[in-house]
């Protein structure tokens, strides 16, 4: 059973970038099997889908966030990554990574990290 | 961006059961695509309980089942135990947002 571990900064600057990074344990992230997502928990507020992206680096994005996202993965680390650009103080929340069954249900997740853009 | 709507909370006493409902619309549910439930407790991750509608993961207890209909979901919680206080999403699939999985808007559940 796969296991994910995030990593990453958990304050950000207002106009700056945020990346993080999920590590995936016993598992593949080349499985054909999966899709590699994340998602993010505003303050108070409930799941929002940012994106998902395959091995081979194809991507989908949530059409509110695509002009400031981009997802990638690394086969030789077993990691996929996260960037969102431009961020402002909307972005503040809690990101979490998940393995995505095909086109279908997330299980399981990373830890979760919670991450505040500053001004 | 929530397109699956959830009561906001629902509430039972010990030992008795609660059903959450995930309405959605003819792009997502009522196109054919498959519901799944999580339950995120206080301060952790979200947790898948069921997938593809109705089936359980290992692990997860027959006290939780969901069904499917039309363009809603539900979530049918029997027995219910203190540690059921949690917060519940339901999650799909729609095709008009060009790929998007969605999330319900979340249901709290309190156990009196």
């Known amino acids: 059973q796969s296991q994910l571990q995030q990593s990453g900064p958990g304050l950000v600057r207002a106009s700056e970038t945020l990346s993080l990074t999920c590590t995936v344990s016993?598992?593949?992230?080349?499985?054909?099997?999966?899709?590699w997502a994340w998602i993010r928990q505003l303050p108070g507020k409930g799941l929002e889908w940012i994106g998902s992206?395959?091995?081979?680096?194809?991507?989908y994005y949530n059409p509110s966030l695509k002009r400031r996202v981009t997802l990638s993965v690394d086969t030789s680390k077993n990691q996929f990554s996260l960037k969102l650009r431009s961020v402002t103080a909307a972005d503040t929340a809690i990101y979490f990574c998940?393995?995505?069954?095909?086109?279908?249900?997330?299980?399981?997740w990373g830890q979760g990290t919670l991450v505040s853009v500053s001004s | 961006q929530s397109v699956l709507t959830q009561p906001p909370s629902v509430s039972g006493a010990p030992g008795q059961g609660v059903t959450i409902s995930c309405t959605g619309s003819?792009?997502?549910?009522?196109?054919?695509?498959?519901v799944h439930w999580y339950r995120q407790l206080p301060g952790t991750a979200p947790r898948l309980l069921i997938y593809?509608?109705?089936n359980r993961p290992s692990g997860v207890p027959d006290r939780f089942s969901g069904s499917k209909s039309g363009t809603s979901a539900s979530l049918a919680i029997t027995g219910l135990q203190a540690e059921d206080e949690a917060d519940y999403y339901c999650q799909s699939f729609d095709s008009s947002l060009s790929g998007s999985r969605v999330f319900g808007t979340g249901t709290t559940v309190t156990v009196l």
């Open positions: 992206v395959y091995y081979s680096g194809s991507a």
């Open positions: 016993a598992g593949s992230i080349t499985s054909r099997s999966y899709h």
């Open positions: 003819d792009s997502n549910i009522g196109a054919g695509y498959d």
């Open positions: 998940a393995r995505e069954t095909g086109v279908t249900w997330f299980d399981p």
């Open positions: 593809d509608n109705t």
